[in-house]
């Protein structure tokens, strides 16, 4: 069974940063590509960053230039950085493999002050 906890969500005004962490369970963790999604408002997940197993990332153009996603296979874990935050950047991040599969951890809430 595949566990994954996020971690490192909170409160910040608006231009804060914020770093989240997931770690995952699965023994296989470093050939996977992993993602961080978030909730929208419509209840879906959306993808904002994902990481290849080679290290290379994507990432959703309302988050570009501010969000940096890494991976330490040594750990299984892998990071958000999250700079710059808006508003608009608050809800709960969730993490997982790319594409995604059936089981999501409690996820991390991020809320961002104006």
């Known amino acids: 069974q595949v566990q994954l906890v996020e971690s490192g969500g909170g409160l910040v005004q608006a231009g804060g940063s914020l770093r989240l962490s997931c770690a995952a369970s699965r023994s296989s963790f470093s050939i996977n590509a992993m993602g961080w999604y978030r909730q929208t408002p419509e209840k879906q997940r959306e993808l904002v960053a994902r990481i290849s197993s080679g290290g290379i990332t994507n990432y959703a153009d309302s988050v570009k230039g501010r969000f940096t996603i890494s991976r330490d296979n040594a750990k299984n874990t892998v990071y958000l950085q999250m700079n710059s935050l808006k508003p608009e950047d608050t809800t709960v991040y969730y993490c997982?493999?790319?594409?995604?599969?059936?089981?999501w951890g409690q996820g991390t809430q991020v809320a961002v002050s104006s």
């Open positions: 997982n493999f790319y594409p995604p599969v059936l089981v």
